[in-house]
Structure formats: C-alpha cells, structure tokens
C-alpha cells in the first residue's frame, strides 16, 4: 500500500491529527509527533507500536492491518 493511502487512514481514524505532525522513519513506521516533542508510533509494517511516553497517546489509535483491509 502507497505510503499516501497509509497516511490518509491514519487521518481518517484519528481527525484531531494534523498531517504535519507525522514522520515516517527509515525503519517504515510513521510516528506522530505530539505537543510534548514525542514520537507515538500510529502505523508499523511490523507492528511493533512499543514507545516511552507518559500516556498522553491513551486516545490516539493505531493503524492496524486490520484497518487497512478494503
């Protein structure tokens, strides 16, 4: 699936996000970068979705390839 595609589920499951906020890193996944400067892992090829925070993500939801199935 184009990186594109992935990141308008991303939005479509999360609308208080904003676009510019999300990274995708070298590794595949895409973060999304809260007020407090940290990365919260939103999407993952390997679904590997482990970060330190101190749970302000709690209402945030990950893109599963579940969520991706048409």
Excluded: A, Q, W
């Excluded at 184009?2 to 990141?7: A, D, G, L, T, Y």
């Excluded at 499951?13 to 990365?39: A, Q």
């Excluded at 993500?57 to 599963?64: A, E, G």
């Amino acid at each position: 699936m184009k990186i594109e595609k992935i990141i308008e589920k991303i939005l479509e499951i999360n609308p208080s996000m904003k676009r510019e906020n999300l990274i995708r890193r070298l590794d595949g996944n895409i973060e999304y970068i809260c007020e407090h400067e940290v990365g919260h892992p939103v999407y993952s090829p390997t679904e590997d979705y482990i970060h330190g925070c101190e749970g302000c993500c709690k209402d945030y939801r990950i893109l599963s390839f579940e969520n991706l199935k048409d």
